[in-house]
């Protein structure tokens, strides 16, 4: 079975950083894709980052451009998420997913972890 494990979120102050891990737990999957994505209360679940397993090819949402940093250790299979400059809106559930080769939706997801930034 695979599971993706995320670890990390906590309460910090706007301006603060966090840095999130998501590693598998069980069975190592063939990935093409990484992503983080989140849903803030009362809102869609929204991309944040993503990048590509094979070369580290990264894209990002406009909102956290600048500020969030998606990063991976191959060898750990662990993708990481370093949110700098944050701001109480990025107060949301955080959860990766993964995409595996030849599909283009995200096909395994984490349980999520919270984050809150307050003011």
């Known amino acids: 079975q695979v599971q993706l494990v995320e670890s990390g979120g906590g309460l910090v102050q706007a301006g603060g950083s966090l840095r999130l891990s998501c590693a598998d737990s069980?069975?190592?999957?063939?990935?093409?894709?990484m992503g983080w994505f989140r849903r803030a209360p009362g809102k869609e679940r929204e991309f944040v980052a993503a990048?590509?397993?094979?070369?580290?090819?990264?894209s990002s949402a406009a909102s956290v451009k600048g500020r969030f940093t998606i990063s991976r250790d191959n060898a750990k299979n662990t993708v990481y998420l370093q949110m700098n400059s944050l701001k109480p809106e990025d107060t949301a559930v955080y959860y990766c997913?993964?995409?595996?080769?030849?599909?283009?939706?995200?096909?395994?997801w984490g349980q999520g972890t919270q984050v809150t930034v307050s003011s």
């Open positions: 069980g069975r190592t999957i063939s990935r093409s894709f």
């Open positions: 990048i590509r397993w094979s070369d580290g090819v990264t």
């Open positions: 997913a993964a995409r595996v080769p030849g599909t283009i939706n995200y096909d395994y």
